[in-house]
């Protein structure tokens, strides 16, 4: 099959959305796929990515997130490249411009098109609206918005049950296709030690890793740790970046490290090397980075919200909190921390289940149904 993967967001950002287009690509090129992908970029993007199966279309920034662009007028060019390229089918990845331009190629085209509920936008408003009558009206709006979307739609996927629910609930049809875990990358791959000597500081170790910002409820995990670290001594270590960073920074004592960008080599090597992950985060309809985390044989602590307790299973997996309780996530954080040698192997188990083949199988028979 010749695809296009259509997605707002790709490198050189790395986030859960680019490492589910390019295990999902990797996987269908290794069984004999061809995969192009079109992206929000910009010539410096191209520049720096040589992929010859990789268009970027002209883009602006995006308040408040800088490091995403949202391309301009990329519909013509698009579906220019795609006929040239011989596309039979076209997946979108987003729902902002290059969601729309995959909507109008796979029209031009005539081919069947496929749709991936990744970001649930309409509850991300509420962490930037501070008005509660705004912030409902715009969440409405979305919600109306992404059903409208979705109806030139062969197939929408999303990547839990509880997603697949709530878009129905909404008006949008939808099956349940997971997000796969790379277990061949993420593994364990580090001692504690490794750790040690990054972020200066002694064991033990707990990891919160990815966007820093308001919908991921970092600043609860901070608040909670203050109880860890006076039972336990651990630091808390959060890697990443984003718009909430040097508010998060200005705030926090010092048993909490926050070490920016994390290169991808290192990934596995933070997560094998923490005695425990945590996430606060009311915002997953999914969860990667807490797989990425038991495929590397770390027990996790997140919040009994949206997705995550499709994921994690209390006290097999991990521990569930009570979301936005601090005091329940301290206490969920300390049992994860003095369980990890006891419940690795069940993570590493779990991660199997969502291993990359596994869900490619799962994608390749949707695509095979409607070719």
Known sequence: MRLGFFTDSYRPNVDGVVRSIEDFRGELERRGDEVFVFASGSRSDKRANRDD????????RLPPYPQYKVAVFPFVRAATRSRANGLELVHSHGQAS????????????????????????PHG?????????????LERFSWRAIEYFYRPFDVVTAPSK????LLQEHGVEAVALPNGVNVRKFRPAASKAWLERKVGR???????????????????VIDAFRTVRRETGATLVVAGTGPQLAELKAGADDSVV????????????????????????????????????????????????????????????????????????????????????????ECRRTAQKYSVPRVTDELSAIYGALL
Request: glycine residues 6%; contains cysteine.
């Open 53 to 60: 199966h990789v268009y970027y279309s002209t883009s602006v």
């Open 202 to 220: 002694e064991g033990p170790f707990v990891l919160c890793l990815g966007r820093v910002s308001p919908e991921k409820n970092i600043s609860l």
């Open 258 to 345: 926050f070490t920016g960008f994390v290169d991808d080599r290192d990934l596995s090597k933070y997560y094998s090397a923490a005695d425990a992950f945590v996430t606060a985060s009311t915002f997953e309809t999914q969860g990667l980075t807490v797989l990425e985390a038991m495929a590397c044989g770390t027990p996790v602590a997140a919040a009994r919200s949206m997705a995550l307790p499709e994921v994690v299973k209390d006290k097999r997996n991990g521990f569930l909190f009570a979301p936005g309780n601090v005091d329940s996530c301290a206490r969920a954080v300390m049992r994860a921390m003095l369980s990890k040698r006891v419940l690795t192997d």
């Open 98 to 121: 290059m969601g729309v331009a995959a909507i109008t190629t796979a029209k031009a085209l005539r081919v069947p098109l496929v749709g991936t509920f990744h970001t649930l936008i």
């Open 162 to 165: 509880f997603m697949v629910r």
């Open 125 to 137: 408003v509420k962490n930037y609206v501070a008005h509660p009558g705004l912030a409902s009206s």
